[in-house]
């Protein structure tokens, strides 16, 4: 089970912070810490006034690679290191020690250690951080990614994003449709675009399927949502011109877990994203 921890980052020893924002994650030792890929790690800098980051464990038993932003060079260890990347940054001032203490926070040696145990501490936390006042998203890296036309391969149809699609063809009640008249998949909208799968209920309404699977990268999930937003508007301005007023949707089904990062988008746009989708034979 996924878990939220507290870590307490000290100025006197790395410069925490400027590896955030430039490199868009910080390598924490596995020394002593018994962090899982998929935990929330929260970053309260010592120099700072208050929690400051929200990062995920993407990996482990990474070598370091922000040894660049330790004070002291020589004093970089040697351990092998989680990957801790950054997902959203918070500019506001109720994240304090004093605002902790409130929820259970003890302060003093607990500084020393990462903390995990305080199911009413995390849970006024994360209402900050889901609270989009005073909050950054920190996706710039996967942006990038897309916008260099680096974050999907090209050059056909891989095995596990056709057997979902198929699987979902097959079986629509997965994504809650029942009561449907037509359905296709590599649908052909009026922009050219394909859409994975394509159903039109008996109301006149039509549901695009956006589908990735397992494999799919951050980025590529990314894209999803953007392509669900897309696919949306383009039914939308096909029915508006056919003088239709159906209400079209779209949904975003993933073999894979949803990001915190890409929530964050999928939340924002309205975006109806259904993960974790096992293939039944």
């Known amino acids: 089970m ?12 790395c410069h925490h912070r400027e590896a955030l924002e430039n490199l868009h994650f910080i390598d924490w030792t596995m020394e002593h810490n018994n962090f899982s890929i998929g935990d929330i790690v929260y970053i309260y800098p010592t120099n700072e006034d208050g929690i400051k980051f929200k990062t995920e464990v993407v990996t482990k038993n990474c070598e370091r690679k922000d040894g660049d932003y330790w004070v002291d060079k020589n004093k970089i260890d040697s351990f092998p290191t989680y990957r801790l990347e950054l997902r959203k940054e918070y500019f506001g001032d109720k994240l304090s020690e004093e605002d902790l203490r409130r929820y259970g926070f ?6 020393r250690h990462p903390l995990y145990n305080k199911p009413e501490m995390f849970a006024y936390i994360e209402t900050i951080f889901n609270d989009s006042t005073h909050i950054k998203v920190c996706g710039d890296k996967v942006e990038e990614q897309i916008r260099s036309g ?4 090209y050059g056909g149809e891989g095995d596990s994003h056709k057997e979902l699609k198929e699987y979902i063809f097959n079986n629509p009640n997965v994504v809650g449709i029942e009561d449907y008249t037509e359905k296709e998949t590599e649908h052909i909208l009026l922009s050219a675009d394909r859409i994975d799968v394509w159903f039109k209920l008996a109301d006149g309404s039509c549901v695009a399927v956006e589908v990735k699977s397992h494999k799919s990268t951050e980025a590529d999930i990314l894209r999803g949502i953007f392509q669900c937003v897309k696919y949306k508007a383009i039914m939308d ?25 890409n929530k964050y988008y999928s939340d924002m746009l309205g975006v109806t994203v259904i993960d974790n989708v096992k293939i039944v034979k």
């Open 2 to 13: 996924k878990k939220n921890w507290l870590v307490f980052a000290r100025r006197e020893k």
């Open 106 to 111: 003890k302060g003093g040696q607990s500084k």
């Open 150 to 153: 680096q974050s999907f391969g």
């Open 237 to 261: 301005a096909e029915d508006k011109v056919h003088r239709s007023e159906a209400s079209n949707s779209s949904i975003l089904v993933l073999g894979g877990t949803l990001s915190e990062h």
